[in-house]
């Protein structure tokens, strides 16, 4: 969901190492994929994530829950208390999360 990258670059950089462990063995912050989806999205924020799904270059994929997967995305980084600074707030707004 919350890639570590994205995690770092939201306010993660200052937590200490047990919370860093926490945060990447969480399970809340992990869905099943298949690998060549996962790989795809990468460290992607929820608005890369969709554009790489529709851009036509390389794997083209569909999203099939949307929403739940920016519920989860947003469920997460509330969690941790991380920014949503780099997110796109209408995508997020689409799905009814603030």
């Not at 809340?28 to 994530?49: E, I, L, M, T, Y």
């Not at 270059?57 to 949307?66: A, E, M, S, T």
């Not at 991380?82 to 997110?87: E, T, V």
């Amino acid at each position: 969901m919350v890639s570590l990258k994205d995690a770092y670059e939201s306010g993660a950089s200052y937590w200490g190492a047990s919370r860093k462990k926490a945060f990447a063995n969480d399970r809340s912050n992990h869905v099943p994929s298949c690998g060549r989806v996962n790989s795809s999205k990468g460290s992607a924020v929820p608005k890369d994530f969709l554009r790489r799904s529709r851009d036509g270059k390389g794997l083209d994929y569909k999203i099939v829950r949307w929403c739940e997967y920016v519920t989860k995305y947003h469920s997460v980084k509330q969690a941790y208390g991380l920014s949503f600074i780099a997110n796109d707030r209408s995508l997020l707004s689409d799905c009814s999360n603030p």
